[in-house]
């Protein structure tokens, strides 16, 4: 074992420093060096391959746990327009898109929707980086596009519980589907509702009992105990995690344990990606080409149009919507993780495990290359835009502007200063009034 997690992390260290000299993004390093370690190229495996899944799986639930610390349910009420539309008008334009490519292969029911599923969500952790690399952390479209990636995480979430549903029954049966969508929505406000009440209330009384080591390991427990409740109810490892990770990111302590998660998360995720390596075997993708190619163009033509489409209808400005739309052109772990479910229940085909993982890679490589792209063809479409079509351009652009203008001056305040506001201006009315009346009385006693 020991010499396992050797062999795992000298290569996956020397690939990736290769990657980061080419200024490729990590998570292909690790891919290749899932490759090299595996038993394809060289006919032989370096490493036990059990345990490699066994790290791998603890890896997806760790890399869960962290989204959902970063779940923030005020950031996504904030901009909540964007992000429902948004992230609806994409996952519901690439499901489509995915479950017809699925079809036109001739795949069954499952297999296309496990597709669709795969292809529906972008890769959180390679476009914040790309986002970052490029330099544009501090334009304006970055927030609608983050919150449109957390809602599109929470989706991949319930999608993964409803897609082993439709596996282990190898059918779709409407009415059963709403009631498992029911139970879960049932069950995750009881476990929202009774963790919010309880868990940031008790951390917050042993807050000073807290030091980072402690810490660590009572996130953890609480992490993989909300594992094994999930397991209990029937739903996956993957659900408790992330539930238990947005739990911990209302509480006091939640930028100091994803703080202290991070290392870790790393470490486990590198190996989760190793793991998806070891499973490509080079003559496929050589044999697939054609497939890889045209899933890849799918991908990307697909979250440019829906993408473009769903932020320009959810309130943004269409240069915003491209740049949003230009960075999300890619598939990543989540597509990953459906597809390691689908060939954990038995019921994913072959063929399409090496495709999807390809066409990530090619993806994600691409990606920087077509954010690039963005505004040169934002240019391109707003100086051959129809007049009417560039009227509504610049009415956007005009009514955006003067919502951040409205913003900087302090003129829209937040929830909770709102309702402060209205009752001290009750508060205080109602003693002008009494004040008033108690005057205009006296006044009369005076005059009688």
């Not at 334009?93 to 995915?98: Q, R």
């Not at 000073?208 to 390991?217: P, Q, R, S, Y």
Request: charged share 15%; glycine share 8%.
């Amino acid at each position: 074992m020991v010499q396992d997690l050797y062999i795992l992390m000298i290569t996956a260290a020397l690939v990736s420093i290769l990657f980061k000299y080419f200024k490729q993004p990590v998570v292909l390093g690790y891919i290749v060096a899932g490759v090299l370690v595996g038993p394809h190229l060289f006919g032989e495996t370096f490493v036990n391959a059990d345990n490699v899944k066994s790290w791998g799986d603890i890896g997806v639930l760790f890399v869960l746990f962290c989204i959902g610390l970063e779940f923030r349910l005020k950031n996504l009420i904030s901009s909540g327009k964007v992000a429902a539309i948004g992230a609806s008008t994409i996952i519901v334009g690439m499901m489509l898109l995915g479950y017809g490519v699925g079809k036109d292969a001739d795949f069954d029911m499952v297999n296309s929707l496990f597709l669709a599923g795969m292809l529906c969500m972008s890769s959180t952790t390679i476009v914040m980086k790309a986002i970052d690399e490029a330099g544009l952390s501090k334009e304006r479209f970055v927030r609608g596009a983050t919150s449109i990636l957390i809602v599109e995480d929470v989706v991949a979430v319930v999608l993964m519980v409803l897609l082993s549903s439709i596996a282990i029954r190898h059918q779709f049966e409407g009415a059963e589907l709403a009631s498992k969508v029911f139970d879960l929505a049932i069950t995750l406000a009881a476990w929202f509702i009774c963790g919010i009440l309880i868990i940031p209330t008790l951390i917050r009384k042993v807050k000073k009992h807290l030091n980072d080591e402690t810490l660590i390991i009572l996130a953890l427990g609480l992490c993989l105990g909300m594992v094994l409740t999930a397991e209990e109810a029937g739903f996956s490892s993957a659900l408790g995690a992330f539930v238990m990770g947005s739990i911990l990111a209302e509480t006091v302590e939640s930028h100091r344990i994803e703080t202290l998660m991070t290392p870790l998360k790393n470490v486990f995720a590198a190996i989760f990606f190793i793991s998806v390596g070891m499973l490509i075997n080079p003559a496929s993708l050589a044999e697939y080409w054609y497939s890889i190619l045209w899933v890849s163009l799918d991908i990307i033509i697909g979250m440019i149009v829906f993408g473009t489409l769903g932020c320009w209808w959810g309130g943004q400005t269409m240069r915003d919507s491209m740049l949003t739309s230009f960075s999300f052109v890619q598939i990543g772990e989540f597509s990953f993780i459906i597809a390691s479910l689908g060939t954990s229940l038995g019921v994913l085909d072959p063929v399409i495990y090496p495709i999807i993982v390809a066409s990530s890679v090619v993806t994600t490589f691409l990606t920087p290359y077509i954010m690039k792209a963005a505004v040169p063809c934002y240019t391109f479409l707003y100086n051959h835009a129809s007049e009417s079509l560039r009227a509504k351009i610049d009415q956007r652009e005009q009514q955006v502007a003067e919502a951040e203008s409205a913003a900087l001056a302090g003129n829209t305040s937040s929830l909770a200063d709102k309702v402060r506001h209205a009752v001290r201006n009750t508060f205080i009315t109602k003693h002008l009034v009494n004040l008033f009346i108690k005057n205009m009385s006296a006044h009369d006693d005076h005059a009688g």
